[in-house]
């Protein structure tokens, strides 16, 4: 069973770009959480989505910004013309549902914009 | 407002030291209460989780405790280790809800 897959682990896009970010979470696992990072700070909400749903975006930009987990397939956090405030580190962490369980946290992908 | 603050921010201790590191919240109300270990350039991963009615919980050299009434956790390191140089970040869930809320996290640095 391997743990949440997040790919790529390193992303560099030019200002202006869009950048597609993957999340495969654990298998069982139909809760997906993504989170930023920003240098030398800590992790900050992004999104919260179950398969086919976003339950809470209250962390998400309102523009540029968008997430999707499809019925099939991974997590997608697409970032629409890019800015260099936009590098960071995202993370992805997925559970098996709202309970007390655990959230297991992906290696994150680095995002640089050049 | 729910937030999670940790003390000290960064600190520097000598291996085979032991160290404490400070988490108050005002979370509330509240689910659990968890710590996660997070090494430079690499996803968080759990050492800790406590509930609401739990003081104390080990994993191994890790020791963290809970005071839900003055909202005050801590996490304790017993023998310190060079890799034991990380991050450490107190997540409190609010209860009821699926939102996890971070702090800013203690850098813990072992020096030989």
């Known amino acids: 069973n391997a743990g949440v897959m997040q790919n790529p682990r390193h992303l560099v896009r030019r200002r202006g770009q869009e950048a597609r970010l993957r999340c495969s979470p654990m298998?069982?696992?139909?809760?997906v959480y993504w989170y930023r990072q920003l240098p030398e700070e800590g992790l900050k909400f992004m999104v919260y989505?179950?398969?086919?749903?976003?339950?809470?975006e209250s962390g998400m930009p309102k523009e540029r910004f968008s997430a999707e987990f499809p019925k099939e397939g991974p997590s997608i956090l697409r970032i629409q013309q890019v800015v260099r405030g936009d590098s960071a580190a995202y993370f992805c962490?997925?559970?098996?549902?709202?309970?007390?369980?655990?959230?297991?946290f992906g290696q994150g992908t680095r995002l640089t914009v050049v | 407002k729910n937030q999670v603050e940790q003390s000290p921010q960064s600190l520097i201790i000598l291996e085979g030291k032991n160290c404490t590191l400070q988490?108050?919240?005002?979370?509330?109300?509240?689910?659990?209460l968890r710590w996660y270990k997070q090494d430079t350039g690499r996803g968080p991963v759990s050492l800790t989780i406590?509930?609401?009615?739990?003081n104390t919980k080990s994993n191994g050299r890790y020791t963290a405790t809970l005071d839900a009434d003055t909202k005050q956790s801590s996490l304790h390191i017993t023998a310190s280790q060079l890799s034991d140089s990380a991050s450490y970040i107190c997540?409190?869930?609010?209860?009821?809800?699926?939102?996890?809320?971070f702090g800013t996290g203690t850098r813990l640095k072992v020096l030989a």
């Open positions: 962490a997925s559970s098996p549902g709202q309970g007390e369980a655990e959230a297991f």
């Open positions: 298998k069982g696992h139909s809760h």
């Open positions: 989505l179950q398969k086919e749903n976003i339950i809470d």
């Open positions: 988490c108050n919240y005002t979370v509330s109300p509240f689910s659990n």
């Open positions: 406590m509930t609401f009615s739990e």
């Open positions: 997540v409190v869930r609010h209860s009821g809800t699926y939102k996890y809320i």
